[in-house]
């Protein structure tokens, strides 16, 4: 897509949505951390499986029917309300009725602010309008029984940060004006303090904990105090932040995804308050993960719950559940505090995580219908595959959008002298160097093969650092070459950084060999391993039945038109393996016994 064309597109079309004063500045302050994330429209995607994921997932939000997704709130607030019911968790009378509107509203409102497409626009200024028109004269913002019963506070954390990103990525003025309005609408139904999901069996199941983020992004906003006291009183510091800082696992038993994105308030209370044992509990958290409950995806918590560790419970979870990973909530959540992580401490190791879970998780799920059949969980079984969540509209279609939406935000980031390549995916970012601006184009065919090359265009010469994450699998370091000639670079937290006075034209190039390797389920089952290569999960397809036995790596052989597959010899037939997001409606099996 050209982005020049379709941003002055943009800006002709969404004059009804005129950009507001006090948006996003194209980069945060850094103050706190080494590292600071780009704006959603500093970062293109240019090609490769990413890019057509987001493609997709960009048609397929902007598809979804206006009157329909707001049918629930008008009926409540007495409107007319055409359109057909959603039905499922949406629906009046489902699980949790509404709950996805706000999440759909910013995953909109980011994939237009990074292409530029005035329909984003349109569609995110109608559904906070179609929105507002069903409050009421007291701010009421649930949709059904079960929304304002059972989950009020999981709620309200979406329709904040859909009205935020519509107010601060798409310039829906009236979307700001909501913010305290929905979150004073809300008081009568949220608890006074936070309080834990752990144990809870009945409901209501609410997760007071995940809200503190947007709370604090909301006060930051509108100054209105409320919002701050409420963020303070939902920080789970006694029972989860507190230990985890200290180094006290408390992982196992938790319900997995709740807890994981709760780290993301963690990671803004630091923000805000600047107690460093929000980074150390989120780092601890994040050792964790990584070290005793993560698959070889990156996903975790089999049936949505944290294992014990050196129990053999990944393994164990391999015969006695399908519900391996909830994938779209989980990625979203653990890359946002990978993010939160890099730019905190600027090691690579945060950045090595999230392309595990980008490329094996969120990237590897199945497609959506037009109709709110949705992925959910992975299946690391074998000869499993890739379904559907039974009921409609569940949790992941709101994550999947918004997660899908934030690719931009993973590849690049900004350093004081320079920007940072954290993942490998063509694509571009811009940014302004001492008053300079420059372009990096990324062009790649990561993850299938190892070589990367990035052109600097700028109108003058200019001097910065280039830092190119090191992913942690490589066995040696990397050759970085500029145009064509060897450059040394200096090793520092996992990145290779190339400092020089850049001209316009030149490019840098690296090669990551991509080879194959194994890893283990865990530690007491050493022989039970997935195949990886580079960053990516192989699964044997169309498995035979009964001989879950993986290829030694050195018997695998390319696959003659399939770039990226592989097959090997297995007695009279052939075993084939392909990356886990190559998977479409075939079964597949990723654990097998070492070969
Ligand atoms: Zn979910």
């Known amino acids: 897509m050209d982005n020049g064309i379709t941003r002055r597109d943009f800006l002709a079309g969404a004059a009804a949505v005129a950009l507001a004063s006090g948006v996003r500045p194209s980069a945060y302050p850094a103050a706190s951390g080494p590292l600071a994330e780009f704006d959603y429209d500093a970062v293109e995607l240019t090609g490769g499986p990413l890019k057509q994921q987001y493609d997709r997932i960009h048609a397929a939000y902007l598809a979804l029917d ?31 009725p ?123 906003l509108t100054g209105d105090r409320a919002l701050y006291d409420r963020a303070m009183a939902y920080l789970l510091d006694r029972d989860y932040f507190d230990p985890l800082a200290a180094g006290v696992n ?40 990584q070290s005793t409950q993560q698959f070889a995806t990156g996903g975790w918590g089999p049936n949505e719950t944290f294992i014990e560790p050196h129990k053999g419970q990944l393994y164990a979870s391999l015969h006695t559940t399908n519900d391996h990973f909830e994938t779209p909530c989980g990625s979203y959540a653990v890359i946002k505090l990978a993010r939160y992580l890099l730019c905190a401490t600027g090691d690579a190791r945060y950045g090595d995580g999230l392309e595990r879970v980008v490329f094996n998780g969120i990237l590897a799920v199945k497609e959506p219908d037009a109709d709110g059949d949705y992925p959910y969980y992975s299946t690391y079984g074998a000869a499993a595959h890739k379904v559907f969540y039974p009921k409609k509209w569940p949790c992941c279609s709101g994550t999947l959008v918004e997660g899908v ?41 990561y993850p299938l093969r190892g070589t990367v090359a990035l052109r600097v265009t ?51 190039t690296c090669e990551f060999p991509l080879q194959f390797r194994t890893e ?23 498995p035979a039945e009964g001989e879950a036995a993986h290829a030694s790596p050195e018997a695998l052989r390319p696959e003659a038109g399939t770039p990226g597959a592989f097959s090997s010899p297995a007695g009279k037939s052939t075993r084939t393996y392909a990356p886990f997001y190559f998977v479409r409606d075939e079964a597949y099996t990723m654990y097998a016994q070492h070969g």
């Open 98 to 220: 509404g709950h996805s509107l706000g999440q759909y509203i910013s995953g909109l409102a980011r994939i237009g602010r990074t292409t530029g497409d005035a329909a984003c626009a349109t569609k995110v200024a109608a559904l906070v309008e179609g929105f507002a028109a069903t409050l009421g004269p007291k701010d009421q913002c649930f949709a059904g029984p079960n929304a304002v019963n059972v989950w009020p506070c999981y709620i309200l954390d979406k329709h904040l940060a859909g009205l935020m990103d519509a107010y601060q990525l798409t310039g829906v003025a009236q979307a700001r004006d909501l913010v305290p309005r929905v979150f004073h609408g809300a008081l009568p139904y949220i608890p006074e303090r936070g309080r834990d999901r752990i144990g809870k069996k009945d409901p209501p199941y609410d997760e007071t904990y995940v809200l503190p983020e947007s709370l604090f992004l909301a006060y930051e």
């Open 250 to 289: 408390v992982l196992p038993g938790r319900h997995a995804y709740s807890h994981v994105i709760a780290l993301s308030s963690a990671g803004k209370a630091r923000l805000v308050l600047g107690d460093e044992k929000y980074l150390r509990a989120m780092q601890n958290a994040a050792h964790l993960l």
């Open 405 to 445: 939406a934030d690719y931009v935000k993973n590849i690049y980031f900004l350093a004081p002298d320079g920007v940072v390549v954290n993942l490998y995916a063509p694509s571009r970012v811009k940014w302004t160097e001492h008053g300079t601006e420059v372009t990096l184009a990324q062009e790649t065919d």
């Open 520 to 542: 283990a389920i865990d530690d007491l089952h050493p022989e039970t391993v997935a195949l990886l290569r580079g960053p990516l999960v192989y699964v044997e397809q169309n």
């Open 458 to 508: 700028s109108a003058a010469p200019i001097e910065f650092a280039l830092r190119m994450r090191v992913p942690g699998w490589m066995a040696a370091t990397p050759q970085l070459r500029v145009n064509g000639k060897p450059v040394h670079a200096d090793l520092q937290q996992g990145f290779a950084i190339v400092r020089r006075r850049w001209t316009s034209g030149d490019t840098l």
């Open 66 to 96: 206006n009157d329909r997704l707001l049918q629930v709130y008008r009926e409540r607030a007495g409107l007319p309300a055409p359109g057909e019911p959603m039905g499922g968790w949406y629906g009046r009378d489902g699980f949790v």
